[in-house]
């Protein structure tokens, strides 16, 4: 068991209450939680405190393109079963925000820790996690961002010589590239619906071959390692072949892929794949994601979806038509300010709904509509959008600024 | 050349499919289409033949590797240059636009061969990587309203005496050799770096290609609302300071 043991040295101590002062006052300055503030200050007076503090705890490490922070959640639920846990769940996912989150938990047992994609195999080295998750890759704002094999390449070098053991989803060839030169990796059939990032080997290049379930690259013989756990339909089936059911109150197969994800490593933690699963049933809204709203006396269902990938298991998870459908869309610099993604997306996905456009790139949306054949209504605002809206639950989809701005104007 | 049938082919998205140049083949498509024009769109993936009857041609653009393997399988497939001899209209952008001059920079820092369909040559660039929108005035000759796209490259490419700039900047990197230019054309193939996807912001360059594969001087208007309340907005946007 771990837990605080060893106490922190006078210096760490001293980085600790350094960062947690500055995170009051950034706090009192109305410029947020402070936690990443408080991380920048508790690091500059301690490089190597993140690596100090997880000394003591057990630790995870999530990173994904999609569904980290809902991950990261579930997750830190179901090790709960084994102790108190200690968690970025705000999403502050880079080291400063890392550093913050583990120095608020001195009495946690374990660290249940989103990562950045760019940040993972640093973190990885600094904090030695005892596991990491790595659920998928997928093109995600190309303007700023790492090339998405590059990104795959970078995580295979950087966890090499970690000695963490991995969970990784077999059914993402990228997933699978970063993992294989890890000495020790569990192999989980997470499923992955969007492909369109992965047809070429990331090994040799070669043509990889899709039939139905399986990949495989007919020149270099890299292919899908066999799983030892899967998402089987609403169950996870561990490795000695029962079946576990998932409940959640979150929708759609990607929670469920998550919630595969979830029990997989919990189970390297000692925890049983029943205790763990019935344990994340009590996580409902992810910082505002699938939360369900009422604004202008009607009620809205809000939706993050910052890429191709998430855009499309999105639209596989909303309410059929007639349900109308509100698309928000900016290209801010948290979003990446390049619109062109939203030709990669297939909105013909939603025929049949009643759809309303909004955000800074409403008209971006509405050439994308307009070409792929559907009937639209571009709005200046969400108030005008849900008046607009034929009645029944409106689902509100958006990317990542879009979504804060909703969620401020219907005051979540 | 067919008579009333459009015969489009999408190269290589496997590859060349990063940056939502999927979009070019879609909305040519729509315009086409708008205008009773049946078309026939073909995907050819990396480890398929590029067929040779094909009107138009769209290739986009792509990671440095993909790059790389594009431009050998292309070089071995053949099919594209025979399609070009036979006066097939080629659409091509960023990574794709490289792909088609007879050299480039490869992913290993080496050069690799084109396929010598249009006069230019590719470098990298030593400076920061060209990011942002860009709005230029396209060459007069092919009468077109100034171009509007998102550029995304490290790529410096020169235009040899074969072939003509595509336009010449008013904002952007473009070409990326300080002289002002963006993109090439001969007579049949034409690249671009504007990402956008490009045929979104400019649906006239889609107009244009119909028109040139048809072979007809003219086409139905269409109702185009969206497609200029778009154009006006980034054109505007890309003059203001950001």
Same mark, same amino acid.
């Given at each position: ?29 109305? %410029? ?36 980290? @922070? ?61 596991? &990491? ?18 990104? =795959? ?12 053991? &991995? ?8 997933? @699978? ?50 799983? *030892? ?93 007639? #349900? ?30 009643? &759809? ?32 607009? =809206? ?23 | ?34 205008? %009773? ?7 050819? %993936? ?52 490289? &792909? ?28 920061? %990587? ?50 002002? #230019? ?9 690249? *671009? ?50």
């Amino acid at each position: 068991m771990a837990g605080n043991s060893e106490p922190l040295s006078p210096r760490a101590k001293l980085a600790v209450t350094a960062g947690k002062a500055a995170a009051a006052v950034s706090r009192v300055a109305g %410029r947020g939680s402070g936690s990443v503030i408080g991380g920048k200050v508790a690091l500059r007076f301690d490089p190597d405190l993140l690596a100090r503090l997880a000394r003591h705890l057990d630790v995870i490490l999530v990173s994904a393109t999609n569904g980290k @922070t809902t991950t990261t959640r579930l997750l830190a639920e179901a090790l709960r079963a084994g102790g108190p846990v200690v968690s970025n769940a705000l999403g502050a996912n880079m080291p400063a925000g890392i550093t913050s989150a583990l120095a608020g938990g001195s009495e946690a047992r374990f660290g249940v820790i989103e990562v950045d994609e760019k940040y993972l195999a640093g973190v990885a080295r600094d904090v030695a996690p005892k596991a &990491i998750a790595l659920l998928n890759l997928s093109r995600d704002q190309l303007d700023r961002a790492a090339e998405t094999r590059m990104l =795959a390449e970078k995580w295979r070098e950087g966890l090499a010589g970690v000695e963490a053991i &991995i969970i990784a989803n077999a059914d993402d060839p990228l997933i @699978t590239w970063a993992a294989s030169s890890s000495p020790t990796v569990v192999w989980v059939a997470a499923g992955q619906a969007w492909k369109d990032d992965a047809w070429s080997c990331p090994s040799c290049g070669g043509v990889l071959q899709r039939p139905s379930e399986d990949w495989f690259c007919g020149e270099c013989g890299f292919r899908r390692p066999t799983p *030892t756990w899967a998402l089987s339909g609403d169950h996870v089936v561990d490795p000695y072949g029962s079946a576990w059911p998932i409940q959640l109150q979150l929708p759609g197969r990607a929670n469920k892929s998550n919630a595969a994800m979830s029990a997989a490593a919990a189970a390297a933690f000692g925890i049983d794949p029943k205790v763990a699963l019935e344990r994340m049933y009590s996580v409902q809204a992810v910082a505002g994601r699938y939360d369900v709203v009422t604004f202008q006396q009607r009620e809205l269902r809000l939706l993050l979806a910052k890429n191709p990938a998430g855009w499309l298991e999105t639209f596989s998870l909303i309410d059929g038509p007639p #349900t109308p459908v509100i698309l928000s869309v900016n290209a801010r610099g948290a979003d990446g300010t390049d619109t062109s993604w939203l030709w990669d997306v297939d909105y013909t996905r939603l025929a049949g709904h009643p &759809i309303m456009v909004i955000g800074d790139r409403k008209l971006d949306l509405a050439v994308r509509l307009e070409v792929a054949g559907l009937q639209f209504r571009v709005c200046a605002n969400l108030d005008e959008a849900v008046r607009s =809206a034929p009645p029944g639950r409106i689902e509100a989809i958006a990317n990542y600024t879009a979504f804060q701005d909703l969620r401020r104007r219907v005051g979540n | 050349m067919s008579e009333s049938s459009l015969r489009l082919v999408w190269v290589y998205p496997d590859l060349l499919s990063t940056y939502g140049d999927q979009g070019n083949a879609l909305v040519v498509e729509h315009r086409a289409t708008q205008r %009773r024009v049946p078309v026939s769109r073909v995907d050819v %993936r990396s480890d398929q033949p590029v067929p040779t009857s094909g009107d138009i041609y769209l290739i986009g653009g792509g990671e440095d590797r993909p790059q790389r393997l594009a431009a050998e399988r292309l070089r071995r497939d053949g099919g594209l240059s025979r399609a070009v001899a036979n006066g097939a209209i080629v659409f091509s952008v960023c990574a794709g636009y490289q &792909i088609l001059g007879h050299e480039f920079v490869n992913d290993l820092g080496r050069p690799e061969p084109g396929l010598g369909l249009l006069d230019v040559v590719s470098v990298r660039g030593e400076g920061e %990587r060209c990011v942002g929108d860009v709005l230029a005035d396209i060459d007069p000759q092919l009468g077109l309203p100034p171009l509007t796209g998102f550029e995304n490259h490290q790529g410096v490419t020169h235009v040899g005496p074969q072939a003509r700039p595509f336009a010449r900047l008013r904002m952007g990197k473009g070409n990326g050799t300080g002289d002002g #230019t963006e993109g090439a054309f001969n007579d049949t193939v034409f690249g *671009t770096y504007m990402h956008g996807p490009v045929m979104a912001r400019n649906p006239q360059i889609a107009d244009l290609l119909i028109k040139l594969a048809l072979d007809v001087n003219a086409l139905p208007p269409v109702d185009d609302q969206w497609f200029e309340a778009l154009r006006s907005e980034r054109i505007a946007a890309s003059v203001q300071p950001a």
